[in-house]
Nanobody, 126 residues
Framework: EVQLQASGGGLVQAGGSLRLSCAASGFTFDDYVIGWFRQAPGKEREGVACISRNDDIRLADSVKGRFTISSDNAKNTVYLQMTSLNPEDTGVYYC????????????????????WGQGTQVTVSS
């Protein structure tokens, strides 16, 4: 079974940077997509970025120019580099994955992803 471990969250001042990591294991198929999502208090979970096994990337409009997503396939780890953070970026950040036939998907519809990590808290102070 696929397992995802998100880490790297913390408290940062506005304008600062953080790098989140998502360590993945247990994939059965060679093709998969890993996405980053976030959920602010009282708000719905929203997609931030996703990356496929062959580095096809999608970014949400709200983070374009500030966040980048990358992967180290040798380590089965996906990174979310976040810069120019603002208080609206505060929330719990989750990584999620889908593999096999579902890995054609590039987007942020929650139910398209089969596996979810536990989340890491990001707090941006003003």
């Amino acid at each position: 079974e696929v397992q995802l471990q998100a880490s790297g969250g913390g408290l940062v001042q506005a304008g600062g940077s953080l790098r989140l990591s998502c360590a993945a294991s247990g994939f059965t198929f060679d093709d998969y997509v890993i996405g980053w999502f976030r959920q602010a208090p009282g708000k719905e979970r929203e997609g931030v970025a996703c990356i496929s096994r062959n580095d096809d990337i999608r970014l949400a409009d709200s983070v374009k120019g500030r966040f980048t997503i990358s992967s180290d396939n040798a380590k089965n780890t996906v990174y979310l580099q976040m810069t120019s953070l603002n208080p609206e970026d505060t929330g719990v950040y989750y990584c999620a994955a889908v593999e096999g036939e579902g890995s054609y998907y590039r987007g942020f519809i929650l139910w398209k992803y089969d596996y979810w990590g536990q989340g890491t808290q990001v707090t941006v102070s003003s």
